[in-house]
C-alpha cells in the first residue's frame, strides 16, 4: 500500500449508503480472496482458480465504480478543471 | 464463489515454487483489501483509494498469470484441442 | 455500427485542439489496422500481430480519453445526475 | 508500428478459415475506425463515440483471439517451453 502516513487527503462528502455498501463488497471481497488461497492450498485446477480471480477483479471494479459515484456527486461538481484532470488519470491509467 | 461442491477439479501438477508463491501473494492481496476496507471506513480521498484498487487487482492479475503459467507447463502439453480450446475461453472471457 | 440514423445528439462543445488532435489519431490508427490486416495476410507470426492490435488498442483508448476529457470539461459540468450516471455507465461498462 | 523490417517471423501454419475471417473482420474495424472519424468530425456526443471505439477494441480483441486459437492450434503443441513463456508474455502484457 503506497499510502502517505501523513495527513491522508479526506473525500468531500460520501453518501452513507454508498459507503456501507462498500464495506460490505470488501468484506464479501476478502472471502473470496481466502477461497482463492484455499483453491490455490487444495492444488484445483487452474481454469477454475482464474475464474475466480476474475470475479474477485470484477468486485473490485464494482467498489471503484461507487467510489467514482461518490466522487462525482461530491466532489466533481463544485471542481476546478485540475481535479477533473486527475480524476481523469485515475480512470485511464487505473481503469481495467 | 460458483464453485461446485462435490469432486472439483484438481491440476495435474504443481510447482512447489509457484504455488509458495501464490499463497503468499493472495495472503498479501487479503491485507491489501482490509486496507481498502479501512480507507473506506475512514472516509479516504476516493482517487486515492481507486488506486489501491488497482493496485489489488494488478496483484491478482499476477496470481493468475502464475497459475497460468503453471497450467501451461503442466498441462497444455499433455493437451488435446479439448484443453486449448478451454484455455482460450479463460484467457478470452476472464483475463482482463 | 450502432448509431441511429435521424437527429443524433451533439457535443455541447468540442475543443478546436481535441478535436484536431483526434482526427490525426483515428487517422494513424486506421492505417495501423490496414497494416495489421497485411501481416495476416502475409501470415506473420501471431505474437507479432497480437502486439499490433494491443498497440491500435491503446491508441483507441486514447482517442476516448481526449473524448472524456472535452466531456468533462464542456459538459459534465452544467450537468444533472443523469448525465453523470450516464458518464459512470461508460466508463465502467466500455472502458478496458 | 513498431515492426522490424528485414525477415519478420512468420507463422508455423496458417488456418485458411481463420486467415479470411481475420481479414474480413479487420476490413470491417477499418470501416468502423472511419466512421468514429466522421463522429469526431461532426462533434457527435461524446458518450456516443466512445460507445463505437469501445466496439471497434472488442473486434480487435476478436482477432487476437482467433490468432491465438491458430497459434495454439499449430505452435503451441510443438513448442518447447520457450514459446509458452512467449505465450504467456503476450498474453498478460498485450491482452486487455
Excluded: F, W
Excluded at 487452474?46 to 466532489?75: F, K, P, T, W, Y
Amino acid at each position: 500500500m503506497h499510502t502517505k502516513k501523513a495527513a491522508p487527503r479526506k473525500a468531500v462528502a460520501v453518501d452513507a449508503a454508498i459507503k456501507s455498501s462498500n464495506l460490505k463488497r470488501l468484506n464479501r471481497i476478502e472471502g473470496q480472496v481466502r477461497g482463492i488461497a484455499r483453491m490455490v492450498e487444495e492444488e484445483r485446477y487452474c481454469a477454475d482458480i482464474i475464474i475466480q480471480i476474475a470475479s474477485a477483479q470484477e468486485a473490485l471494479r464494482g467498489v471503484s465504480r461507487e467510489l467514482m459515484r461518490n466522487h462525482l456527486r461530491h466532489c466533481a461538481t463544485h471542481s476546478p478543471e485540475a481535479v477533473q484532470g486527475e480524476l481523469l488519470d485515475i480512470i485511464y491509467k487505473h481503469l481495467r
